[in-house]
């Protein structure tokens, strides 16, 4: 569903009216509003499932999605790995501390994959642990190439997670040394 033009401005008219009224307990204007602004209709159909909106899912979505999978899963394991075990992936990725977390993509080529995040992470509220509370989601570098080398090591591994769903150590340090670039190693 791509509403037209003067849908649009029907459906920002009618936000603006509902918004006014403060009406609770129903959709949120601004995140309507937001949504129509941005032509990002899939999040209403995530946010209101029972609207049945049927918006078609972009592929940039299931990229992000997939990115902010791979640093909760990377992020969790880090911190559940023992002492030793958390030495060896410093060893081999001295920067493993950053290179676990999230780092946003830039904003100032890449700013539509911040748009996305921003939705899953504050309105969607899809990944409110690790990434919550964030800030900004811009990196301030680009790392569309970064996250594509680390999903190649880190999806085919999604499947083989253990009885606690956390990576071990080597395969924290697969996917963490995807995060240099082929060139450089």
Same mark, same amino acid.
């Given at each position: 569903?791509?509403? !037209? =033009? ?22 949120? =204007?601004?995140?309507?509003?937001? !949504? ?8 209403? +159909? ?7 909106? *049927?918006?078609?899912?972009?592929? *940039? ?44 993509? *830039? ?8 748009? #996305?995040?921003?939705?899953?992470? +504050? +309105? ?5 642990? =690790? ?24 999806? =085919?591994?999604?499947? *083989? %997670?253990?009885?606690?769903?956390? %990576? +071990?150590?080597?395969?924290? #340090? ?12």
């Amino acid at each position: 569903m791509k509403p !037209t =033009p003067v849908e649009k401005l029907m459906l920002t008219m009618l936000c603006d009216i509902h918004a006014s009224l403060g009406i609770k307990n129903s959709v949120d =204007p601004e995140l309507v509003s937001r !949504t129509i602004d941005d032509n990002a209709l899939w999040v209403l +159909d995530w946010k209101y499932p029972r609207l049945s909106l *049927d918006a078609e899912l972009p592929e *940039d979505v299931h990229f992000v999605l997939d990115v902010l999978e791979m640093h909760f899963f990377l992020s969790e394991s880090y911190q559940h790995l023992s002492e030793g075990d958390r030495e060896r992936v410093i060893a081999s990725y001295p920067n493993a501390e950053k290179g676990v977390k999230y780092q946003g993509f *830039d904003g100032n080529h890449e700013s539509h994959l911040i748009q #996305i995040a921003s939705y899953l992470i +504050d +309105d969607l509220e899809r990944f409110s642990h =690790p990434f919550a509370g964030l800030g900004s989601l811009n990196s301030h570098c680009p790392m569309v190439e970064v996250y594509q080398r680390m999903l190649g090591a880190f999806l =085919p591994l999604k499947s *083989d %997670l253990g009885s606690e769903g956390l %990576l +071990d150590a080597d395969q924290i #340090i697969a996917v963490l040394l995807e995060r240099i670039h082929p060139s450089k190693r």
